[in-house]
């Protein structure tokens, strides 16, 4: 993606669910991780037990910075101020600001961090920034335009405690026609480059339409998982997390404490390069999450990438490659598919809107 793009903070809650590659840290146990950094969110949840260190590479020196400050949070807050300080639920509804101003001084970032956050925090007045990312801006006018067109009853489909309820709901009652021009208006490519890409969106490669794309992705949303539970359908329907059902995995207690836990004892390191110098300089890794960069890709970069970035990789090291729109066509010799031992898991995924690949490294 070009500089345009890069040259904010462009995400500051996170755009995927972590939840599917803690699952599949807890399930294969690596102990050196190398992860896209994006703000943290994507990255520091994969702490668990066993990891000896995890590397976070962004492009974008400010997307490392949220990331320092995230990672730093989570060291020397309880999970209470950790969550009153990024303004997730139950502190999203109240002005905190005095509080969130006390607890920042009393951290411990790099000069440069530091520096950037003042200026950051006094322009917005120590409110919170869990929704200061251009990507979650875009989601508050999207969630505007939902709501004026669905109407009153806009929020209905997170009334549901049990997936048989809300299925049927939806099956039954749900608007659907409305929803579709929701659908059509919002899911098209101008609308994201007016809104978010300013030019830089992503050329399609998957078969379906852009308008299938999104009405498969959230009716899996709607019919295979509770809204209420995923933070993006609040994103969606409301621009924010509006209860802590919706949290996403960084802001639960348990992995809170567990990653705080296993800071103490892993390395974390912040590089600020691109995907594949990371890997090649920093590996040799055994779990690798590469977000949805390769998607971005073009050309020689696009088809090579997997053998550029051999020799960072241990021998059966696991990547998970999320493609938005796009499918990498990359030279997987020396890879195997393994997707499939993940079904369960990026079924579960609660964002839904990335094609999931998990690859293994056989070194051939």
Not at 42 to 50: K, N, T, W
Not at 231 to 245: K, N, P, R
Request: glycine share 6%.
């Amino acid at each position: 993606m070009t500089k345009k793009y890069f040259s904010e903070l462009n995400y500051s809650l996170g755009n995927e669910d972590t939840r599917l590659e803690v699952a599949m840290v807890k399930k294969l146990s690596p102990k050196n991780i190398f992860a896209i950094a994006g703000c943290g969110s994507r990255a520091l949840p994969l702490v668990l037990d066993g990891v000896k260190r995890l590397v976070c590479a962004d492009v974008s020196q400010n997307q490392l910075y949220i990331t320092e400050l995230r990672r730093e949070t989570i060291r020397h807050f309880t999970f209470q101020d950790f969550l009153l300080f990024w303004g997730f639920p139950p502190y999203g509804s109240y002005d905190y600001s005095h509080k969130r101003r006390e607890l920042f001084y009393t951290l411990s970032l790099s000069d440069e961090a530091n520096v950037y956050f003042l200026e950051l925090f006094k322009d917005n007045g120590w409110k919170s920034i869990l929704y200061l990312g251009k990507w979650e801006k875009t989601f508050k006018v999207l969630a505007k335009i939902n709501r004026s067109i669905l109407g009153k009853n806009y929020d209905r489909i997170f009334n549901f405690y049990h997936i048989g309820d809300q299925a049927r709901y939806y099956e039954n009652d749900f608007p659907f026609k409305k929803w579709q021009m929701v659908l059509f208006v919002l899911g098209n490519k101008a609308m994201f480059n007016a809104l978010l890409y300013k030019g830089d969106f992503i050329k399609k490669n998957v078969s379906e339409s852009y308008l299938d794309y999104y009405q498969n992705a959230f009716e899996h949303l709607m019919t295979e998982q509770l809204a209420r539970e995923s933070y993006f359908m609040h994103l969606c329907f409301f621009g924010e997390i509006s209860h802590a059902d919706g949290n996403p995995v960084e802001a639960t207690e348990e992995n809170f404490n567990t990653v705080k836990k296993n800071l103490a004892e892993a390395k974390v390191d912040l590089v600020a390069t691109d995907m594949v110098s990371a890997i090649k300089n920093e590996g040799p890794f055994d779990f690798l999450s590469l977000s949805d960069v390769p998607s971005y890709f073009a050309g020689d970069l696009e088809k090579n990438f997997l053998q550029d970035i051999r020799p960072g990789l241990a021998p059966g090291a696991v990547l998970v490659i999320r493609s938005y729109l796009r499918i990498p066509e990359a030279d997987e010799s020396g890879f195997v598919d393994i997707t499939p031992q993940f079904g369960p898991e990026i079924f579960d995924e609660k964002v839904q809107m990335y094609k999931v690949k998990v690859l293994k490294f056989t070194g051939e």
